[in-house]
């Protein structure tokens, strides 16, 4: 299990870490800090492959890249300069990120933007649904859309 800690609102006043952080929880239950920032690590998911972590990063408006191998290393930016405040994160099944922010943006792998869904709302967040996960549901402020075009979730 891979989770983070932004901290957000009244949470900045009551935090008890001196960073925001990026965690792991293994089999066992131990936690462990993948990774420490000094900006806000906000939305999560892992890669079809299972063999990297996407994160985003509200403050820094970029999406990281841990690689998972035994204990999660290797950090790199592979989106920088995301239009609106990155929150939640999504893999489709050709491994593209789904990526919400000002709009809903979809880039490759290697960070090439090859979309944006533009929806009435900002977005916060995301997955792929229906029962042949080809449906994108986007939470806003006041609804949940629901997109259909043909992308598939992988399933995380």
Not at 22 to 37: C, I, N, Q, S
Not at 44 to 57: E, F, H, P, Q, S
Not at 106 to 120: A, N
Not at 131 to 147: I, Q
């Amino acid at each position: 299990i891979y989770f983070t800690d932004p901290a957000f609102g009244d949470q900045q006043d009551t935090r008890e870490l001196d960073f925001f952080g990026v965690f792991h929880m293994t089999p066992k239950g131990e936690v462990d800090a993948v990774a420490r920032l000094k900006t806000r690590p906000n939305g999560i998911a892992v890669a079809r492959n299972g063999k990297t972590l996407y994160v985003t990063d509200s403050d820094a408006r970029c999406v990281r890249a841990f690689d998972i191998g035994g204990k999660t290393a290797g950090s790199r930016m592979i989106i920088d300069h995301i239009e609106g405040v990155p929150d939640g994160i999504r893999v489709d099944d050709k491994g593209n990120l789904w990526v919400a922010a000002k709009n809903v943006l979809c880039y490759s792998p290697q960070g090439e933007l090859l979309r944006t869904v533009v929806i009435p709302e900002t977005p916060s967040n995301l997955t792929f649904g229906d029962a042949d996960g080809e449906s994108l549901f986007v939470t806003a402020r006041t609804a949940v859309y629901r997109v259909r075009f043909g992308a598939k979730g992988a399933g995380n």
